[in-house]
DNA sequence: CATGCATACTCCGATTCGGTCTC
DNA sequence: CGAGACCGAATCGGAGTATGCAT
């Protein structure tokens, strides 16, 4: 251990990672993005909450500067290319000679405390390899993945707490650790990959010379490499238990062979029959399949044996606009073909959308617009003229657009029978396409209906939003039907692209959509029983990533100092992965948006600052904005800066020797099938059942559904799952401050009547009739009784009308003006009561009967009343940039939620509503109240 | 105070685009 | 290595429900 102790320890990493230290995420902060075009740089201020365990003290809310939408991305983006320039030079394949010791770091005094076990040198290492993987294990007590919920995670590996931080902020780590690499003779051991060795200055570089002694497994290429990286074979130890272990547990039926594949039931239902135990059958003839208590081991090629189905639901064809609707062009109404009346119908649909102000969208709308016109025989003005349409800004769609708003304002007044018809029409015409038979059994299926035409509509600043969206013909589709059953007959005319009998997929049609070439499917419903299956096959395989989840961390903790490059790469892409739940981030092309994940991440995206905080702000998936200012371990921390290094600079990868491919088949070597995205549904629901574990076990049945939803929030987080918040928001919310302003005004005068009845009691009890501090602002309250009257005044006026329009038409008189102006007369003597009150600051009671234990109880259910809206508002508040839904339906698995409303006594319906009560059929009859992810 | 009814708001499901990952 | 097959995602419109108001 001589001289090798390590500045900043390893022994914090992996203890960071075995003992499950979590994804930061309280500190996140999710906003949304700015989505307008031509991205200015705004700045606001977001609040997020502060990790509560934070020892720095950063309670409560933290005041963050965010910048929204800065800088053109694309500018600089680069082909990965360069990096084989970098090689040549500092860091690249460059073996790390010299140790370079960190001298003055503040850091140093935590290095002290290493643990021997990894200061062992790297040669050592591996014949040690079997107490490195137990010892760690044998010592974590929490296998929590996340932070935040577990207080001692905090006091150990996180040891960069914000004071930590701010004491070490001005030291010269940071130079450091930039100016520390040397350049070394490159080293190209093998001559089908390249490695880049990283040199790490600090500390670890003689050991890592040992260590290069593996180095001819390079030279062997992947595999080797990746079944020497620890030389214990994982693959192999990953699954001494075989695979009985997971799903199997609840089956005590299937004692037919397990392992022998057992192909869904041939025929209908018969060969079911005969190994379907007992139970299973049920009275009803349409019984229901449990495929969750018939598990059959499958290979999954297979996913069928018969199917038979109805095809797809064409769109209705186009209805030519009234010969009065047209598109004016400067002016002049234009005539167009019905093909690019269409068209232009797309767009007159849209102009008071966002879309419409998009100058990519109208941009594409226009070209495309053109080119139908051209194709269709061209425009023409009344005479017959033609029209040689150039700028978008000369068209006019506002007869369209109002011609479209009032066909839709007269179905929405329809009469209820008139609706009721419609849909009964429609039904009829849909019922045929609603299910498919599939081996023998009913099941429900998705979306039976061809895509209508339209306009692309691009999320994000995609290259190809506004373009149109053709009406896809019977010959581009091709169904997907079982052998020997009656093929749906196209529409009449037309005929299928291609008929195939293909069971190992699921589709029941396809056709390829003409914007972006990509394939679309006609599929099942969630709720059926192939997607019931691998839904639960894909949170079996989170649960079985538990298993390994502990050396899984333990190796790309100790892999964040590897000597190659890209195995170093690779360790903290992992790490990212794992703790901030980022999606792989594969390539994308530069015909889509610019989004990145994991590995596609950018030098612009990862902002650093010293000592440990990493700030990633990027477009991920759907151009949703992630925005995370987050405290890593030292050597993250370092290993960004590295990746980062010069030449590096915008539009560069971070991660230029990873990529997703990779990184996966890196994973597969720890449990088969596992993959990047089986972290994000193993974080999510393990956080889930967390957060439900601390939730206590009383209270009102509200109570615990809000603390469901609290839990449930806290992995929509994790996930930065947002949504937009809605328009009218703001408004919504002055609202309900508005209204509980009123009603705390009531309860003053409540108070006040008190006062009128017995005014010592203001003597007594000095505290229960202080002000109102929330209302203690006259102005407000003469504001407030002010539009109080008036909203009486407004009563009593609408009332008289309607009282005389009830005499007219009845042929009565109508009353006199005089009458109005007397019942009028009421509102003077209330003006005259609140100034009276405002006067004595009390108030006489109206009623009769008033007494002060019933003004006392009124009091109390304003209270409740009060509360109730505050909570609510602020729950609303909370959640208006947050979206709870896609962790529910996804990530979460349903089993915990079940495993809840049983102990808690909460009923399903609350937490599922009607669909995830049928999608997750099989997780209510499988979970009881005890069950564990 | 219960009831009926119109309106506001919420929430749900359908839709369709955007990812991941495998072969 | 790109096509193909799926899973995951936000959004949108409408159904359903709460709310407010008058009776």
Same mark, same amino acid.
């Given at each position: 251990m001589s001289g090798r102790a390590r500045i900043n320890g390893t022994s914090s990493a992996t203890s960071a990672s075995t003992n499950g230290k979590g994804p930061i995420l309280q500190r996140k902060v999710s906003k949304l993005l700015d989505k307008k075009i031509g991205q200015q740089a705004d700045r606001m201020t977001v609040d997020y909450p502060a990790k509560p365990e934070d020892a720095a003290g950063l309670n409560g809310v933290v005041k963050k500067e965010v910048v929204v939408g800065e800088g053109p991305r694309r500018a600089k983006r680069k082909a990965r290319k360069p990096a084989i320039k970098d090689e040549s030079s500092d860091d690249s394949d460059t073996p790390l000679q010299t140790k370079r010791r960190r001298t003055s770091n503040g850091v140093k005094a935590i290095s002290v405390v290493q643990s021997s076990d990894d200061d062992v040198p790297l040669a050592k290492k591996a014949t040690q390899k079997n107490r490195k993987l137990t010892t760690p294990k044998a010592v974590i007590k929490d296998k929590k993945p996340l932070a935040l919920i577990s207080k001692d995670d905090s006091s150990d590996s996180d040891i960069p707490l914000a004071a930590v931080k701010l004491a070490k902020e001005k030291k010269n780590i940071a130079a450091k650790v930039t100016r520390t690499e040397d350049k070394k003779p490159? *080293? !190209?051991?093998?001559g089908t990959k390249r490695k880049t060795v990283i040199k790490d200055e600090s500390d670890s570089d003689a050991p890592m010379k040992a260590k290069r002694a593996p180095a001819g497994r390079k030279s062997n290429g992947v595999k080797k490499e990746e079944s020497s990286d620890d030389d214990i074979p994982l693959a192999k130890k990953a699954k001494p238990t075989p695979k009985k272990t997971a799903a199997v547990k609840k089956q005590t039926n299937k004692d037919s062979t397990p392992d022998t594949k057992v192909p869904a039931p041939k025929g209908k239902g018969k060969a079911k029959k005969e190994d379907t135990p007992v139970d299973a059958e049920t009275a009803e003839e349409e019984e229901e399949y449990k495929w969750w208590e018939n598990q059959a081991e499958t290979d999954g090629t297979q996913k069928w044996t018969t199917l038979e189905h109805n095809g797809v639901l064409f769109p209705l064809p186009y209805q030519p606009l009234p010969k009065n609707v047209k598109l004016k062009y400067g002016g002049v109404p234009v005539t167009l073909s019905p093909a690019a009346e269409e068209v232009a119908g797309f767009f007159g649909h849209m102009t008071d959308t966002p879309h419409a102000q998009n100058a990519v969208f109208t941009a594409n709308f226009f070209k495309d617009f053109l080119k139908v016109v051209k194709e269709s025989g061209g425009a023409k003005d009344a005479s017959g003229k033609k029209i040689n349409m150039k700028e978008f800004t000369k068209c006019d769609f506002s007869d369209m657009h109002n011609y479209f708003v009032a066909e839709r304002d007269a179905k929405r007044t329809m009469s209820s029978s008139e609706k009721k018809a419609l849909k009964a029409e429609k039904d009829k015409a849909e019922e045929k396409y609603l299910h498919c038979i599939l081996d023998g059994r009913k099941e429900k299926v998705g979306n039976f209906r061809i895509e209508p035409p339209g306009l692309f509509r691009g999320r994000g600043e995609h290259p190809k939003t506004g373009m149109v969206k053709q009406r896809v013909q019977p010959e581009q589709v091709t169904i997907n039907i079982g052998k020997g059953v009656p093929v749906p007959p196209p529409p009449k005319g037309h005929k299928w692209a291609d008929v195939i009998n293909d069971n190992? *997929? /699921?589709?029941l049609a396809t056709w390829k959509e003409n914007i972006n070439g990509n394939i679309k499917y006609v599929m099942l419903a969630a709720t059926s029983s192939l997607k019931g299956m691998s839904d639960f096959k894909k949170f079996e395989k989170a649960r079985e990533l538990k298993k390994h989840i502990d050396r899984i961390r333990a190796d790309y903790n100790r892999e964040l100092k590897a000597e190659l490059m890209a195995d170093r790469q690779r360790a903290t892409a992992m790490y990212l992965i794992d703790q901030l739940a980022l999606r792989a981030g594969n390539e994308k092309g530069d015909d889509e948006a610019d989004t990145v994940g994991c590995c596609s991440l950018r030098y612009e995206h990862v902002t650093l600052e010293a000592p440990d905080l990493v700030i990633f702000d990027f477009l991920g998936k759907d151009s949703i904005r992630f925005y995370q200012r987050v405290a890593v371990i030292p050597q993250v921390f370092k290993n960004m800066k590295i990746f980062k290094k010069?030449? !590096? /600079? /915008?539009? %560069?990868?971070?991660?230029?020797?990873? %990529?997703t491919t990779q990184l996966n088949k890196h994973l597969q070597n720890y449990m088969p099938g596992l993959s990047a995205k089986v972290f994000r549904t193993y974080n999510a629901s393990w956080t889930m059942q967390q957060q439900l574990a601390k939730i206590p076990n009383t209270g009102s049945l509200h109570d615990k559904y809000a603390a469901y939803n609290e839990a449930n929030k806290i992995v929509a987080i994790l996930c930065n799952h947002q949504r937009t918040v809605s328009t009218n928001h703001d408004s919504m919310m002055q609202k309900v401050e508005e209204k509980i302003k009123a009603l705390r005004y009531q309860k003053l005068r409540l108070k006040r009547q008190i006062l009128f009845l017995e005014p010592e009691r203001k003597k007594k009890k000095p505290d229960f009739f202080k002000p109102d501090p929330e209302i203690d602002d006259k102005t407000w309250i003469l504001e407030h009784q002010q539009s109080l009257v008036e909203q009486e005044k407004d009563k009593i006026r609408k009332k008289f009308e309607k009282e005389n329009e009830k005499l007219v038409e009845n042929g009565e008189k109508e009353q006199k003006h005089s009458e109005l102006k007397e019942r009028l007369e009421v509102i003077d003597e209330m003006e005259a009561e609140f100034k009276e009150e405002n006067k004595t600051g009390t108030v006489e009671p109206k009623l009769r009967g008033a007494t002060v234990e019933k003004l006392e109880s009124q009091i109390e259910k304003l209270d409740e009343k009060i509360l109730k809206q505050e909570t609510d508002a602020k729950v609303r508040e909370g959640n208006k940039t947050v979206a709870l839904g896609t962790s529910k339906i996804n990530y979460i698995d349903p089993r915990l939620s079940v495993m809840f409303c049983k102990k808690y006594n909460v009923s399903i319906e609350k937490v599922f509503p009607k669909t995830l009560r049928e999608k997750f059929k099989w997780a209510l009859e499988s979970a009881d109240d005890s069950w564990e992810f």
């Open positions: 490159a *080293v !190209k051991a093998n190992t *997929v /699921t589709w010069p030449p !590096k /600079t /915008t539009g %560069d990868m971070i991660f230029d020797r990873l %990529d």
